[in-house]
Nanobody
Framework: QVQLVESGGGLVQPGGSLRLSCAASGSIFSIYVMGWYRQAPGKQRELVAA???????NYADSVKGRFTISRDNAKNTVYLQMNSLQLEDTAVYYC???????????????WGQGTQVTVSS
């Protein structure tokens, strides 16, 4: 059993900043990839950013230069620093983790419950 708990969402004005956090706990040997997805009303869920255990990152074109993903492997925690937020960034943001249970590479994919980010004047 693995649980992902997100925090840091809220209401901000355009141009403002938020920092999201996601902490994983449970039967974890390591986490290959952690990432953030978002889903806006009427749209499908999309990848925002992802980061590997070794620190390699990938960003959606729409957030490059504005968002920064990072992780603390010792804490099994991933962060998303969001700057210069725009109205279009409004969505529920979900944490995702590809978890390994042991060195035998057994594991599974997990999702957090989501945290609301609203950008509005």
């Amino acid at each position: 059993q693995v649980q992902l708990v997100e925090s840091g969402g809220g209401l901000v004005q355009p141009g403002g900043s938020l920092r999201l956090s996601c902490a994983a706990s449970g039967s974890i040997f390591s986490i290959y990839v952690m990432g953030w997805y978002r889903q806006a009303p009427g749209k499908q869920r999309e990848l925002v950013a992802a980061i590997t255990y070794g620190g390699n990152t990938n960003y959606a074109d729409s957030v490059k230069g504005r968002f920064t993903i990072s992780r603390d492997n010792a804490k099994n925690t991933v962060y998303l620093q969001m700057n210069s937020l725009q109205l279009e960034d409004t969505a529920v943001y979900y944490c995702n983790a590809d978890v390994a249970y042991s060195s035998d590479y057994d594991g599974a994919d997990y999702w957090g419950q989501g945290t609301q980010v609203t950008v509005s004047s």
